[in-house]
């Protein structure tokens, strides 16, 4: 039985392996300081949501980060799931599915009208979920990114 709560501060021992984990899975360098700055400053400033998965032993096996972001086209705020992960050895075991979940009634209660994600075009297994918990893909819009 997995478990869904939301992330303080003080779960920083228990997030900082999900989310190194998280960016080595985008192949990015292992950066256990840089994770914890990261998201003490999160808890610091209060700009995301943050949720944590907890297995039937009390251990955290997986995350999800959301922030928040003004849309004038719905003159509302969506929220972006930025951020999912689950250690792999907890994967197919209901916690990315309650992630999941969570963060919809997270946003439901919070009034906010869509939630938005990206994953890589090649996590097949990643979008088989989304689209079996009812999230479409955009057809609509195409993303660009700039490197400043």
Known sequence: MITICPARGDHLDD???LVDGYRQFYRQPSDPDGA???MRERFAKGDAYVLLAVGE???AVGFAQ????PSTTSLASRWILNDLFVLPGAR???AGSALLEAARELARS???PQLMLRTQVDNETAKARY???GWRR???FDTYLLTV
Do not use: K, S, Y
């Open 110 to 112: 919070h009034g906010v």
């Open 138 to 140: 955009d057809e609509d």
């Open 66 to 69: 959301l922030f928040p972001v």
């Open 15 to 17: 997030l900082v392996p």
């Open 36 to 38: 914890r700055r990261f």
């Open 92 to 94: 197919r075991q209901g």
């Open 57 to 59: 032993d009390g251990r």
């Open 131 to 133: 689209r079996a918990l």
